[in-house]
């Protein structure tokens, strides 16, 4: 091994390669043992050497050589012509007048402005492209996912297909055996009869050869032809056989088959945001902090006249509300007056309702598997494909609004900006109810069968579980359904079991109880001014409640 490059081995001297290096020349950048200086100093007698403690190396630092006075170092910065200039530059009157700095100042400054950078590149960006480059991945193995999924549902379709086809053709070969039995008979029957008519024709044609053969004039007389009664011949029988017409295979089997939507791949400029460590900008214009109220109090308390009353949906000073029935109707909060109704477009009940930023209704039809945004009361469907069912539906800050899909034990997240698709997310072994998003634009999500409300960050990693508090006010199991959040970012959920509300906060821990009398509490929904809104299937009304200061 060269024990000038070994690892193991000390710095070697550049010039005479075998000395140990003990001085360093910051002009030339070169490494020297002591015995090598004058060597190096009269190679170059145009240059001022910097010779340096190796340990000081690169201490110095190198200023830019002139390009108009090549032997000059350009100590300075003329910030007018934004370029560096020797001490003969301005001697020259080049740049008399102008704002000139030392050059040390200007790179220190320079240092500063890139190490900004790089710190933006280390602490933002560059995290900020990994989670996107990890979403982009996520999002490439579900849809490797949903394509087998869909390759699978294909195959099985076509099995089930096989399978009516060898029962239809099973049947068409046990129709066509029993005719052709059926004609076969016949047939035979027939057969019989005429081969006795020719048994019957031998046996006289015999008896006459007898009579004649004898020369016997009485046999002669007593034989009496029955030729006149074979001179009428049977009947023919001609079998007319089934036609099998077969359908035209091309023209009619894909149709009746199933048929492929088309797909799509859009872009969203706006689509990621930028990660950061610290407050954004528009920190300034955030929310007041406010506190919990020690006792929360009911507002109001609105009779909606529904059978059962399930879901609540905030519109200004007004609030959607959809119970049992194929009906969702608009009250006003302040004087509880019913001021519309509008029934879904299949005749079905609605499983949830959200209001969009633009104030469009959405509701999720689960019979008909529709998801419906209703403007000006004209419905816009959107029907979903395979075997997928929606269940919950939020609006979301950017305006486009989200809907769980669930399907088996498996759940899937849609993103949709008006009817187009813009992002999806698909897990098994849950099954999730109602969405909303919070102000941190984390997804929380409530599981009644699995007792937990899972929050999930932009990119659907899981942040946390929440799986209730104890003691609950009823002593019961945690059964969350309706679930909001607020301007702090606290996330609410209706507990069913223990007629309360849960308040956690953006991290998943308890803060408290909102009990108020509580009658099975379901959907919940809160306004601009954090007044929650709460659907309560035990006497059907809508109670407004405040529990911030």
């Given at each position: 091994m060269d024990p000038r490059t070994s690892a193991q081995d000390v710095m070697r001297c550049d010039l005479c390669e075998t000395a140990v290096v003990q001085m360093h020349c910051d002009t030339c950048l070169v490494n020297l043992c002591k015995a090598c200086l004058g060597e190096h100093f009269s190679a170059d007698l145009s240059k001022p050497h910097k010779i340096v403690d190796?340990?000081?190396?690169?201490?110095?630092?190198?200023?830019?050589?002139?390009?108009?006075?090549?032997?000059?170092?350009?100590?300075?910065?003329?910030?007018?012509?934004?370029?560096?200039?020797?001490?003969s530059c301005l001697e020259s009157n080049q740049h008399l007048g102008h704002e000139l700095s030392k050059f040390l100042r200007v790179l220190d400054e320079k240092k500063d402005m890139i190490l900004?950078?790089?710190?933006?590149?280390?602490?933002?960006?560059?995290?900020?492209?990994?989670d996107i480059a990890s979403d982009v991945?996520?999002?490439?193995?579900?849809?490797e996912k949903e394509y087998g999924d869909l390759s699978t549902a294909i195959t099985k379709h076509g099995e089930d297909w096989h399978r009516e086809i060898d029962k239809l053709v099973k049947k068409l070969k046990a129709e066509v055996?029993?005719?052709?039995?059926?004609?076969?008979?016949?047939?035979?029957?027939?057969?019989?009869?005429?081969?006795?008519?020719?048994?019957?024709i031998k046996n006289e044609i015999d008896s006459i050869d007898v009579a004649v053969d004898a020369n016997d004039i009485s046999r002669l007389f007593s034989v009496k032809p029955g030729m006149n009664k074979h001179k009428d011949l049977p009947e023919k029988f001609v079998a007319s056989l089934p036609i099998f017409t077969p359908g035209k295979i091309q023209e009619e089997l894909s149709n009746l088959f199933g048929a492929l939507s088309s797909s799509s791949l859009t872009s969203d400029k706006h689509g990621y945001s930028m990660k950061t460590t610290q407050k954004s900008p528009e920190a300034g214009s955030s929310p007041p902090v406010k506190q919990l109220l020690d006792e929360p109090e009911t507002v109001t308390t609105i009779d909606t006249g529904?059978?059962?009353?399930?879901?609540?949906?905030?519109?200004?000073?007004?609030?959607?509300?959809?119970?049992?029935?194929s009906t969702m109707k608009l009250f006003s909060i302040n004087q509880g007056s019913l001021l519309k109704s509008i029934t879904t477009k299949s005749g079905y009940e609605p499983f949830d309702i959200a209001v969009t930023k633009s104030g469009d209704l959405v509701y999720t039809d689960y019979y008909d598997r529709t998801v419906n945004i209703v403007n000006n009361e004209k419905i816009e469907v959107i029907r979903l494909q395979n075997f997928w069912v929606p269940k919950g539906v939020c609006s979301t800050s950017s305006g486009d609004f989200m809907v769980i899909m669930n399907y088996e034990h498996q759940s899937r997240i849609i993103r949709y900006s008006g009817s187009t698709e813009k992002q999806n997310f698909q897990t098994t072994a849950s099954y999730f109810e109602y969405i909303t998003e919070n102000k941190n634009l984390d997804i929380c999500v409530s599981d009644c069968k699995r007792k937990a409300v899972f929050v999930m960050n932009q990119t659907w990693k899981l942040r946390f579980r929440y799986t209730g508090h104890n003691p609950a006010p009823k002593i019961q199991p945690f059964s969350p359904l309706g679930i909001t959040t607020d301007s702090q970012s606290h996330i609410l959920t209706a507990d069913i079991n223990n007629d309360c509300v849960h308040?956690?906060?953006?991290?998943?821990?308890?803060?408290?109880?909102?009990?108020?009398?509580?009658?099975?509490?379901?959907?919940?929904?809160?306004?601009?001014?954090?007044?929650?809104?709460?659907?309560?299937?035990?006497?059907?009304?809508?109670?407004?409640?405040?529990?911030?200061?």
């Open positions: 190796f340990k000081d190396r690169k201490s110095t630092p190198l200023y830019p050589a002139c390009t108009t006075h090549i032997k000059e170092r350009c100590k300075m910065f003329c910030k007018k012509c934004g370029i560096p200039v020797c001490i900004k950078e790089r710190n933006e590149l280390i602490d933002t960006i560059y995290p900020t492209y990994q991945q996520n999002r490439m193995s579900q849809l055996d029993k005719m052709k039995m059926k004609q076969l008979e016949a047939l035979q029957k027939h057969l019989d009869e005429i081969n006795k008519n020719i048994s019957e529904y059978g059962e009353l399930y879901n609540v949906a905030c519109l200004s000073e007004e609030i959607w509300t959809r119970g049992n029935g308040i956690i906060d953006q991290d998943g821990q308890f803060l408290c109880y909102i009990n108020c009398g509580l009658s099975y509490p379901w959907g919940l929904c809160t306004d601009t001014n954090d007044n929650l809104f709460v659907a309560q299937g035990g006497n059907k009304q809508v109670k407004k409640i405040k529990y911030l200061k």
